[in-house]
């Protein structure tokens, strides 16, 4: 029984206020502040703000600006152009100037006539190639000196009885046989088989150690058995 009349009390009174909410003047919400700038601009604008602790402070008046210099003229502290000099003076002058005075002193001579020019660059041309070629011929190719300036290529024995040295000999028989040996000493034969088909590095390894080896127990047995016939000469 008691909800019942709170029930109603409370629905009386929504009634009641719903009443009164429609008898009086309804008032537009804006959500935008376009309306109210419009009507406070029809409005009387408010007086401005005063702070009172600064309110007797008055402005200081402005000082009016200082006129500004006049510019002088131009015209009056430029001095004033001479006189012209008389008729009879200039008359004077251009009948005493020669057209000589004003020629240059070296005249363009490149395209007159007067002083024929032949240039022949042909002749020019093969007297340079000429000495430039009589300059590096030689005879015999021995007589250059000998500059290591490029890698050599090969293996050269030169055939000359004067000035023996590595890569010379006095005959041919001496020659071919010193070729021989330089090749056998450089393995050229060895490096011909081993270059033709591919070597894995496991076998290019092992068979670069065993070669190591055995050249060094060669080495070793030949200065052994040097030392030994040493020694037997000596009566050991």
């Not at 009443?19 to 419009?38: D, K």
């Not at 200039?90 to 006539?113: E, L, V």
């Not at 000359?160 to 028989?173: E, I, L, W």
């Not at 050249?215 to 030392?227: L, P, T, V």
Request: glycine share 6%; with cysteine; charged share 25%.
């Amino acid at each position: 029984m008691r909800h019942v009349k709170m029930a109603a009390s409370i629905r009386h009174g929504s009634t009641m206020l719903r009443r009164i909410a429609m008898q009086g003047p309804t008032s537009a919400r804006c959500f935008t502040t376009s309306t109210t700038n419009l009507a406070d601009r029809r409005g009387p604008k408010p007086a401005p703000r005063v702070n009172p602790l600064i309110g007797g402070i008055q402005s200081k008046p402005q000082e009016p600006a200082a006129p500004a210099p006049a510019k002088p003229d131009i015209q009056s502290i430029l001095r004033p152009p001479p006189p012209p000099p008389p008729k009879s003076a200039s008359n004077a002058a251009k009948h005493s100037s020669s057209p000589s005075d004003n020629a240059p002193a070296h005249t363009y001579s490149a395209t007159s006539k007067a002083l024929p020019f032949e240039l022949d660059v042909t002749s020019i041309l093969s007297t340079k190639a000429a000495d430039y070629g009589r300059s590096l011929q030689q005879e015999d190719p021995l007589t250059r000196p000998r500059v290591r300036s490029a890698a050599a290529t090969g293996r050269t024995i030169f055939v000359r009885a004067a000035q023996p040295g590595p890569n010379s000999a006095p005959t041919v028989r001496s020659a071919l046989a010193m070729l021989g040996r330089l090749v056998k000493n450089q393995h050229v034969k060895n490096k011909y088989h081993s270059q033709k088909a591919h070597e894995r590095p496991g076998l290019k390894r092992k068979r670069l150690r065993s070669e190591r080896w055995r050249s060094r127990f060669k080495d070793g047995f030949c200065a052994a058995y040097a030392r030994v016939h040493e020694l037997r000469k000596q009566g050991w």
